[in-house]
């Protein structure tokens, strides 16, 4: 099955400093990428994500990258605000037409952006 | 559009009862739900895919008679949690894939259960 390595695990910058995050898979049939945002007792929110066949998205403060030969990707986050803290999850996700297209998350980083 | 709703949010129970947790996807079709346990401090861990007019998909480790799933209609899956345990105490989550060529999935508000 597929195997989701993130890291680092903890992650503290200061404000307005950038925040990299990142994470390996293992199947290279895995073709969606998704970020999740988590905040304490609260569901996983979706905050960016990319496909395979697509190296580099971005969205305002966000962006992710993905190297499909390496099996890697990464969540970049630029001009960090202290509404930034909370656990990101990366997660690998397989075709819809295999597996149903189920999701292997990541371990989680916890970021926190000092004032 | 695609929200997903929880119920209950949360729950406490006695040692020994069984617990059903439901998931609805509101304004969309879903023939694929996904159930997650997520401890504290941990990652969401996906316990079983829940697909429409068919049993579930278990992960390993996960049994299936203690954690039943149901998949009645295309916006309703439910997760019973039979004969409850204290280490069966945690977050449950739900998500739904919309139907047809995407695997996107949407997240319900979770469920906290507290077997006592």
């Known amino acids: 099955g597929e195997n989701v390595e993130q890291h680092p695990s903890t992650l503290s910058v200061q404000e307005g400093d950038s925040a990299v995050i990142k994470c390996t898979y293992s199947d290279s049939a895995s073709n969606y990428f998704p970020w999740y945002k988590q905040e304490l007792g609260k569901r996983p929110q979706l905050i960016i994500d990319?496909?395979?066949?697509?190296g580099e998205k971005k969205d305002q403060r966000i962006a992710v990258t993905l190297n499909k030969t390496a099996k890697h990707f990464s969540l970049h986050i630029t001009e960090t605000q202290p509404e930034d803290s909370a656990v990101y999850f990366c997660a690998a996700s397989a075709p819809y037409n295999t597996n149903a297209g189920k999701s292997t998350f990541g371990d989680g980083t916890t970021l926190t952006v000092k004032p | 559009g695609a929200v997903v709703s929880q119920h209950p949010s949360w729950v406490i129970c006695k040692s020994g009862t069984s617990v059903k947790i439901e998931c609805r996807s509101l304004?969309?079709?879903?023939?694929?739900m996904f159930w997650y346990r997520q401890f504290p401090k941990q990652s969401l861990m996906l316990m079983a895919t829940s697909n429409e007019g068919s049993k579930a998909t278990y992960e390993q480790g996960v049994e299936k008679d203690k954690f039943l799933i149901n998949h009645a209609s295309l916006t309703l899956s439910t997760l019973t949690v039979t004969s409850a345990h204290p280490e069966d105490s945690s977050f449950y989550i739900c998500s739904a894939r919309l139907a047809g060529r995407s695997n996107e999935q949407f997240f319900g508000p979770g469920t906290r259960l507290t077997v006592l």
């Open positions: 304004d969309f079709q879903a023939t694929t």
């Open positions: 990319i496909r395979s066949n697509v």
